[in-house]
């Protein structure tokens, strides 16, 4: 700001004034960009206002999570069942562990033996925490249904797979279930040694190469225990899971309905249309306006930028 009044040529008293004149228009605009965006949350004539006991309106957000937590009691009720959500829309949301207590508690406090419909809008995410909703889904005995209206990926796909049924959208996909190792695909990292001279290769590249090949077995072994028999052959084969964790194919690949079904999973695409309510995205924040007082040492205006993502949401190690 100080660099763009000097290049202005405003200092001393005039100087002040411009800056006065500057800050105030922003704060105008941003009053005025708020207003906006508040009066686009206003309903149409003849709409319903929400509002909380005390006679306030709520903020879009509220709005829309109360409106998420309507649908999922309709949802509920119509099904007779108790929902899990798993549904991330950020670029950094995934299956962690607070994830894998959340669904633990919900699996605890369900009635025993009762339907249990998991609805699921997910990248993936760890594999620790992947393992523990695996197993408190395995140790519940009613019925398990997963919904996927958009997108089930990597321990996605493994989640609806530990359930009796997987209900699509039509255009959903599930995907490929291999491990991925310091955002590398584990199988690749494990074949690295036969493909190139170990001696011209470093000690620590050798050593992730073999937790890679661990990783392999360990995602082997969990999927084909983990995997609903609803998707098995009659003989109770693990070549389904073997395929999809090591069948060469690249980790975003796109498992659509049809192709779900010829793998020999229990799909059908009969899926509700409260499901895609559900996993509606949350309104987007208004922007800001940023105005930075401080200059570079070489005397240009310093931007604060965004701090970016990381490429994809399996990039750390046990990730899936």
Not at 279 to 285: N, T
Request: hydrophobic residues 35%.
């Amino acid at each position: 700001m100080l660099g763009v009044i000097t290049g202005l040529g405003l200092v001393g008293w005039g100087g002040v004034a411009a800056i006065g004149g500057l800050l105030g228009g922003a704060v105008a605009l941003q009053r005025g960009m708020s207003k906006k965006g508040k009066d686009k949350a206003k309903p149409a004539k003849g709409e319903s206002v929400m509002l909380d006991p005390g006679g306030e309106e709520k903020s879009p957000m509220e709005v829309w999570k109360q409106s998420v937590a309507t649908r999922v009691k309709s949802f509920e009720s119509k099904r007779s069942s108790t929902v899990i959500q798993i549904v991330h829309h950020a670029p950094n949301d995934y299956v962690d562990n607070e994830t894998a207590i959340e669904v633990i508690d919900i699996l605890r406090k369900a009635p025993k033996g009762g339907a249990i419909d998991v609805i699921l809008h997910t990248p993936g995410g760890v594999s620790s925490a992947t393992q523990q909703i695996l197993h408190a889904l395995k140790e519940h005995k009613g019925p398990k249904t997963a919904f996927v209206p958009y997108r089930a990926k990597s321990a996605g796909t493994m989640i609806a797979m530990a359930c009796d049924q997987i209900v699509m959208g039509s255009s959903a996909q599930l995907g490929p279930i291999d491990p991925q190792y310091s955002w590398l695909p584990a199988q690749f990292l494990a074949e690295l040694p036969a493909d190139k001279n170990p001696d011209r290769m470093q000690d620590e590249i050798l050593v992730l190469s073999k937790m890679a090949k661990q990783a392999m077995r360990e995602a082997r072994r969990f999927a084909c225990e983990y995997v609903n028999d609803a998707h098995k052959d009659q003989s109770g084969s693990c070549s389904l899971t073997d395929d999809l964790v090591g069948g060469g194919r690249n980790h975003d690949y796109p498992i659509l309905p049809h192709e779900a079904k010829e793998f020999g999973l229990n799909v059908s695409t009969d899926l509700p249309e409260l499901a895609y309510d559900i996993c509606q995205p949350p309104p987007k924040d208004e922007p800001f306006l940023i105005f930075s007082m401080f200059n570079s040492q070489n005397g240009e205006q310093q931007v604060e930028r965004p701090q970016q993502s990381p490429a994809g949401p399996f990039g750390d190690n046990g990730f899936r």
